[in-house]
């Protein structure tokens, strides 16, 4: 089978170091891919966002097969653009327009939730004609406050705040457009819930699923989870609080509501489903849904997959996901990013990297995010630049290995969290 992987970072890298594995893949296909993946199959310079482009690839190349990795084709239509094609009979893993919605608005997705008695946090929700409604509103809520850009804004959407003064500002920065564009012209103001997080992610057709390695990730800047949020700095899978209890409460009171509610409301899903959620006391609620694999967990739930995860995926399109039988490994694994210095803020490129090549007796690999080969050399060409990701028997020696990896890697102002999967060895 010919495969087209849609992505150019560590999620899509990762996805191309497993697919490039299965016994049933012809050719992968990664656009547009990044200095990582060349040895993995074919960069393609194709504009994802622009589907006739991709439609004519796919048709040029005999594509079997599209793998979406991030999310704004997905609330774009792609689904639906190639459901209607009469130019190409190609599969493609992600939900269609309507089901993307669950990541692409967060008042759909918490109507969704309130509408089929899923556990999430308590919401209010505004649009940029209700300013002075959002700003009385907060007096409704205890501080923290929780705002929430409605729309996709690269996972940065969200300001949490104990001022009222800096939550007023916040509401209107975000509905005049001035913070996160369009994304921003409507709101969510909701409940703050105190608790651990975890990623959970179910591959589902709409009526069966298989759930994937749960993970945790690390989405601020700082050491002590400590300022801006980023895409994410780090991750580790397994969660240690992820108990036998905890798994089937979120299964019977999250997980299949959510594949059962979208069936009653009549929304195609084949895809996955990523559920962030959060444990208060012992019980899960939903902070989120995405509509694709997360970035940076995919780093660290993929190596875990013994699984062919290209025969999963076509399993999921050809109505045949319920006669998978999904292998997973016991063993942990975790990833720490390597950031340019200065990111989420203005960061420079262009910095050569080295020691990528001098890893021999670390069990781990590394998966590139943002990067740029020339002339058999590697630079930085992002934000987070690269995942280093680190294998081992628990959580505590994976994390040895990733950082064994950081010491050894380095380039001009590379920054990475010391601090990953702290306060999960506190609670081990």
């Known amino acids: 089978m010919n495969v087209l992987l849609l992505g150019s970072g560590g999620r899509e890298h990762a996805l191309a170091w497993k697919l490039s594995q ?7 296909h990664i656009a547009p891919g990044n200095g990582g993946m060349e040895s993995l199959g074919v960069n393609v310079d194709l504009d994802i966002m622009d589907f006739a482009a991709v439609e004519r690839y796919a048709k040029r190349n005999d594509i079997g097969l599209i793998i979406v990795g991030s999310e704004a084709p997905l609330v774009a239509g792609i689904v639906d653009f190639f459901h209607a094609s009469e130019r190409t009979n190609v599969m493609v893993v992600g939900p269609n327009k309507k089901g993307a ?19 999430t946090a308590r919401y209010r929700s505004f649009d940029h004609t209700e300013v002075a409604e959002a700003v009385k509103a907060l007096q409704e809520f205890r501080p923290p406050f929780v705002i929430k850009a409605d729309g996709l804004a690269g996972g940065k959407g969200v300001v949490i705040t104990e001022s009222v003064s800096e939550a007023e500002n916040v509401i209107r920065d975000m509905l005049s457009g001035t913070a996160f564009k369009d994304a921003g012209r409507k709101i969510v103001i909701e409940e703050f819930l105190e608790g651990k997080e975890v990623s959970m992610f179910a591959v589902t057709d709409g009526e069966s699923f298989h759930l994937l390695p749960s993970a945790k990730d ?12 980023t895409g994410g700095m780090g991750a580790i899978s397994p969660v240690p609080f992820v108990t036998d209890e905890f798994q089937e409460k979120a299964l019977n009171q999250i997980i299949i509501p959510t594949i059962k509610g979208l069936k009653k409301d009549g929304i195609s899903y084949c895809g996955i489903i990523f559920f962030g959620l959060i444990r208060v006391g012992s019980d899960p609620y939903v902070i989120e849904y995405n509509c694709r694999l997360g970035d940076p967990e995919t780093e660290v739930i993929i190596p875990r997959v013994k699984s062919d995860l290209l025969h999963l995926f076509e ?12 292998v997973t490994d016991e063993r942990a694994a975790s990833t720490v990013i390597l950031a340019s210095a200065g990111y ?14 001098d890893l021999e007796g670390i069990d781990g690999m590394v998966f590139h995010a943002g990067t740029k080969t020339s002339r058999n ?45 702290a306060d999960i060895l506190d609670l081990a």
């Open 22 to 28: 299965s016994s049933i893949l012809r050719s992968l």
């Open 101 to 119: 919605q669950l990541e692409g608005s967060k008042e759909f997705a918490k109507d969704f939730m309130w509408r089929h008695n899923i556990p």
């Open 218 to 229: 690390y989405k601020r800047i700082g050491e002590g989870d400590t300022g801006l949020n």
């Open 315 to 326: 399993s999921l399109c050809s109505g045949l996901l319920s006669e998978y039988d999904l």
């Open 344 to 357: 989420p803020g203005a960061y420079e490129t262009k910095k050569e990297i080295s020691g990528i090549d």
């Open 377 to 421: 050399k590697t630079y930085t060409n992002g934000g987070r630049v690269l995942a280093l990701t680190g294998r081992g028997t628990d959580v505590e020696d994976a994390l040895k290995n990733s950082y064994r990896m950081a010491e050894k890697i380095q380039f001009d102002g590379a920054y990475y969290r010391k601090d990953i999967g």
